[in-house]
Nanobody, 127 residues
């Protein structure tokens, strides 16, 4: 069984930075790709970023590219999302999730490709 716990959310002003963490329990973290998603009120859950099991490859939604950085520390069973120059439109609940397959495919942006999810952490950006 895998448990994912996000932390680091909060209230920040536009232009500031924030770092989210995702702590994982279980033995699969270091062998699985991981992703970050977010969901704003009244909107569907959307893809934010993806990282392969070894951290070599990363992908980002166009809306966060150049501002957000995903990383992971397999020794600590933890994934991170560094959010720089945040904008009011980044306001959402942020979720980390474990990719279902052992092999990365082009479907990494689809929520249904993930089998374990955290409870989410709220990020609110004021203008």
């Amino acid at each position: 069984q895998v448990q994912l716990v996000e932390s680091g959310g909060g209230l920040v002003q536009a232009g500031e930075s924030l770092r989210l963490s995702c702590a994982a329990s279980g033995r699969t973290f270091s062998s699985r790709a991981m992703g970050w998603f977010r969901q704003a009120p009244g909107k569907e859950r959307e893809f934010v970023s993806f990282i392969t099991w070894n951290g070599i490859s990363t992908y980002y939604a166009d809306s966060v590219k150049g501002r957000f950085t995903i990383s992971r520390d397999n020794a600590k069973n933890t994934m991170y999302l560094r959010m720089n120059n945040v904008k009011p439109e980044d306001t959402a609940v942020y979720y980390c999730a474990q990719y279902r397959s052992l092999y990365t495919s082009t479907n990494y942006y689809q929520p249904q490709q993930y089998d374990y999810w955290g409870q989410g952490t709220q990020v609110t950006v004021s203008s």
